[in-house]
């Protein structure tokens, strides 16, 4: 087992996960190996699960209060629909509400299975990844100026049209009398003969 040395100065050992393997080999042996994965064991970045755990919970919390509590008061209501472009959607793979959304999960996670998920890098890198855009947020509202007292709500385009709709319908009148006077006629001549 090997030793590294991360950035803090602390020894982590290393274990091998597996061998990449890409295609047939160039001189036509067999797989061509392309490298090896290697994980550090315990947390990335030298810091505890828990520190992880932390750092998740407060870019969680202060990008919800700024989504939540300073976007919908932007008064500048171009600069706040580009902020709400800009955060995306759950679905939008790679947006910060995405990101925010899969941060969250892995705290949930964490809270049944234990903090150690964090052991696993794309977690850790989540994380990074929001404190990212929790900063881009951030400046964004900032940038968008004045804030009023309250939020004000989004204006939603106006679906109703500024003159009625006028709508050609047939008008079946006529054929339904006729059509019933011919069965009246009928039932009339019926009971005659």
Do not use: C
């Amino acid at each position: 087992m090997y030793k590294f040395a991360n950035s803090l100065g602390r020894r982590l050992p290393i274990r091998r996960i597996g061998t990449h393997q890409l295609g047939q080999s160039s001189q036509g042996g067999g797989p061509m190996r392309v490298g090896s994965v290697i994980s550090l064991a315990g947390p990335s970045l030298g810091q505890s699960y828990q520190e992880w755990y932390n750092r998740a919970k407060a870019a969680t919390t202060k990008f919800a209060d700024l989504r939540d509590n300073f976007v919908p008061r932007i008064v500048d209501l171009r600069a706040r629909a580009d902020i709400l472009e800009w955060l995306g959607g759950s679905f939008v793979d790679e947006s910060p509400i995405y990101r925010w959304d899969t941060v969250m999960s892995d705290m949930s996670q964490a809270g049944r299975d234990g903090i150690a998920i964090y052991e696993v890098s794309r977690r850790t890198n989540r994380i990074v990844k929001l404190e990212d855009f929790v900063t881009e947020l951030g400046q964004k509202v900032g940038a968008a100026g004045q804030l009023s007292a309250k939020p004000t709500p989004t204006p939603t385009p106006d679906t109703r049209p500024d003159r009625p709709i006028i709508v050609d319908v047939p008008d079946y009148t006529i054929p339904i009398v006729a059509a019933g006077g011919a069965v009246a006629l009928a039932v009339l001549v019926g009971a005659i003969f």
